[in-house]
Structures are given as C-alpha cells and as structure tokens.
C-alpha cells in the first residue's frame, strides 16, 4: 500500500508541473513567434493569469478526485508538512511522501523541457520554464521579503483550506472542488507577484532546468511555503480538535486518517 501511496504522490506531482507550468510557460515565455497569450503582443496580461490559474486548480481538482483514494494527493511538500504538524500523518510518512513529490516536480518538469525544447520556438533563456521569482523577475518587481511574505500567506490559506475541508467537519463530495477552487484563487493574485508556488516540488522541478537566477532564488519557494503551510496546520488544530478530527476520504475512498485530497 505505501508503495501505491508514493507512486500515486510522485505521478501527481509530475502530472500537475507538466501541464499547469506547461500553460504557464505558454502563457508568459518569450517565444520565438512572441508570447502565445500575454505580453508583447498586445494581448491582456490578465488572460495569461486566468488561464495560468484555472490551469493549477482544474487539474488539481481532477487529480484530488483520481488520487485522493489512493494517496489523499498531497501532491505539494507543504501540504504534507500541514497533515504532519496537525497530527494526521507521522513524520516518517511525511518525509516519504516529500522525497515522492519532489521527484515527480523533476520528472513532470523535465518532461515538459524535453517536449517544449522539440520545438525551434523555444529558448530555455528566453521561453523560460514557468519558474518563480522576485526583483526583476517578478512582475510587480518585488523584493525577497515581500515575495517571502506572499508565498507564506497565499500557502497558509491553502494548506488551511485543505486542510479543514478534509476534517471531520468537511464535505467528502466536495472537498476536491474546494481545494481546486483554492489552489487557482491563490494563482490570481500571486502570478503578478512571483509566478505563484505555494508548492516547493513546483518550484523546484522548473528551477533545476532552467537554472540561474531561478535556481538562486529557488531558495525562497522551499522554504515560505512550508512556513506558511505549519502556521495552516497550528490554526487548523485551534479550529478542529485534534481529538475529535477524522480526516475524510473522498468518495469511494476508505476512510483513512492520511487519505485527504490536496494539492
């Protein structure tokens, strides 16, 4: 079962890097033919932002109901760090799921590498890899500290929301919806801002690839997220009881305490 669990987080994780950061490189790299949604061509920023957006949550959303039963798909470190400081998942387990992530964020973004670069078009320094970052490589240009304080606040209201919606006072019919909905509001208004991680595996896997800068401020996306994960898991244990919280399992699920979808 644990190997099932592991296989379920890694996939997940690759299958969300591959395709939401596939739309977010589509939406705002420079390409050869000028960016395909947003930029200088003229069109609205804010259409790369939606569709960057919808692109994290749906695909969260369909994952959360695909492999929720098998792992709760965490599929983001910082998730899992919420379910281990809130007492639903060991540290072990947490750790393992961690390793499991992050190898999916590798594989899901050097997948997408190898598909993008097939084409003339692309230009890791130019196209980029929907990677995160603050100063000149953020929209708004905002500074470390700033950017630090964004990723912790739009990954507490995340991991909060994961993490109260799989409680014992939680929906299981529309946990998955919510948590989708989650991941693509923290999107909106964190794209301007530094691309948006709240999830370290996200980050990482882009930032390996395309190096540079990205790789030197990767830093930033590990470690604000998981703090603003731990303070979701510290509020959610004021909110609901450890002693009385059972975490749901989506349904058709068997209803195990670490099996809660997420993102």
Partial sequence: MTARKLFAECLGTALLVFI??????????KWASGPLISGSTGTSIAAGV????????????ILAYALGPISGCHVNPAVTIGFV?????????????WIAQLAG????AGALYEVFRS???YSKSGTGLGTDGWGKHSMIG????????????LTFLFVLVVLVVTSRIGNSNVAGVAIGFALATVHLIGIPITGTSVNPARSLGPAIFVGGDALHQVWLFLVAPLAGGIVAALVHRFLVPAESDQA??????????????AG
């Fill in 20 to 29: 939401a950061v596939g739309v977010a490189t589509l939406s705002f790299g």
């Fill in 50 to 61: 939606v569709a960057t957006a919808l692109a994290f949550g749906l695909v969260l959303l």
């Fill in 85 to 97: 400081v809130s007492g639903r998942m060991s540290v072990f387990e947490g750790i393992t799921y």
């Fill in 105 to 108: 964020g590798i594989i899901g």
């Fill in 119 to 121: 084409t003339t078009l």
């Fill in 142 to 153: 905002i500074p470390w500290a700033g950017a630090f304080a964004a990723e912790a606040i």
């Fill in 248 to 261: 749901i399992a989506l349904p058709g699920a068997e209803a195990e305490r670490e099996a809660a979808p």
